[in-house]
């Protein structure tokens, strides 16, 4: 591995004096750079790896779960999803909640389910999003004003507003794909609630009605 | 013409610098990485395509797929500072100035106050074996021990920040300097068990929350939306 340069060094004289040996070390490093780089991507992966990533989710002050009157919501605008047991059991209608004729579509959150249909039901306003996007990506307006921009523009008062009703088995993952998806689809209006029970005792029936 | 000579043998690369460049990077990465502390109870958290990392100030409640809780909070001095209040709002907590050094430094603690002492004191064995039994801190509303770390957790942060010499307005401006709350619960958790968490945070008047995801990306066809 390692060895020194023994050329024109040494004896040989015609005094036969010792002396030092001249010339450089070499020292074979690839082992060292073998093992450097070894270490090199290990801290590398480790340091990026353990970094956990949050959403950032804002819950309203009011604690009274009863008092929905306060916020008046246009029927028209409100965008009801239910969050039952399984991870199937995700339901949702639109408009006022009617024991007798409202109808409660299964949808899922792939990207044909749940995200095309907000996507739809946003399209005004996910195209104004698309627009000032690009807008911000060609540098023609900058950081702040994109940041002001985005939040007038989802904070539309004809946007819809969704909310999310859980029951008490509601799987945590579930209510967390659900606020993923209203980020992705840009709706910003959204409200988390415990479902009432005339819609827990409907959601059941249309859970056994499609042999969930 | 001569003909060109061609060197025999291996050719000597001198990786002298190369070598001195693979050690910069490997003592820096060492010195910068910060790994994990071991975590008295796993949770799988769901996932998300939020790219934000998690803030560095941040007190934690995680909550497992049982509904046990455990607090966590970062910041050695800021820990240091709670656990005092914590013993003057529970006077049967006696815990000498060893005990608070030992807190300070752990990582999510999952005990009632009744344990917390011994659990402080415990050798890495017993502490484990503490953690695989505990019933998580209890958050009845007859005894909301949670809500008491909440409140300690807030005010020994906020001290410490006194003691640094960070203003409440440096604070408004720079959100790195805020405490943030997260909560990280496992994907299978049922919801009423988080919500019990949120709400306390609630009535702390604290709605703001992190939740901790890990990132999944999909394809951005979608609408940009703010990072």
Known sequence: MANVNTEGSGGGGKHGKKRAKKGSVYLDMTPMVDLAFLLITFFMLATTLSKPKTTELIYPKELDKDDTTKTKLADELAFILLLGEEDEHVFYYTGKFKPDTTVMIQTNFSKDGLRKILFDKNKRINDQVVKLRELFDSKQVDEEVYKEEYSRIVGDSLAPFVIIKTIEKSKWKNVINAMDELNITNVKKRAIQDMAESEDIALRQRIAELGL | ?227
């Open chain 2, 1 to 227: 013409m001569p003909k060109v000579k061609l060197p025999k043998g291996a050719p000597a690369l001198d990786m002298t610098p190369m070598v001195d460049l693979g050690f910069l990077l490997v003592t820096f990465f060492m010195l910068t990485a910060k790994f994990r502390a071991p975590e008295p109870v796993m949770v799988d958290t769901p996932s998300s395509t939020s790219n934000e990392p998690l803030p560095e100030k941040v007190m934690m409640v995680t909550v497992d797929t049982d509904g046990r809780v455990f607090w966590d909070m970062s910041g050695k001095d800021a820990r240091a500072q709670m656990i005092k209040d914590m013993m003057v709002t529970h006077t049967e907590l006696q815990l000498g100035e060893k005990d608070i050094e030992r807190f300070s430094v752990m990582g999510p603690i999952g005990q009632p106050i009744t344990k917390l002492a011994e659990y402080i004191r415990a050798d890495e064995r017993l502490r484990t074996q503490m953690d695989a039994t505990t019933e998580g801190i209890p958050t009845d509303s007859l005894n909301n021990e949670l809500a008491d770390w909440i409140t300690a957790g807030y005010g020994g942060f906020a001290r410490d920040q006194d003691a640094k010499g960070v203003t409440i307005e440096m604070m408004t401006e720079d959100r790195d300097l805020r405490l943030s709350y997260g909560i990280k619960a496992d994907g299978d958790t049922d919801y009423e068990k988080v919500e019990k968490v949120i709400d306390i945070f609630r009535k702390k008047e604290i709605y703001i929350f992190n939740m901790v995801t890990d990132f999944e990306a999909f394809d951005s066809d979608a609408a940009g939306s703010v990072e």
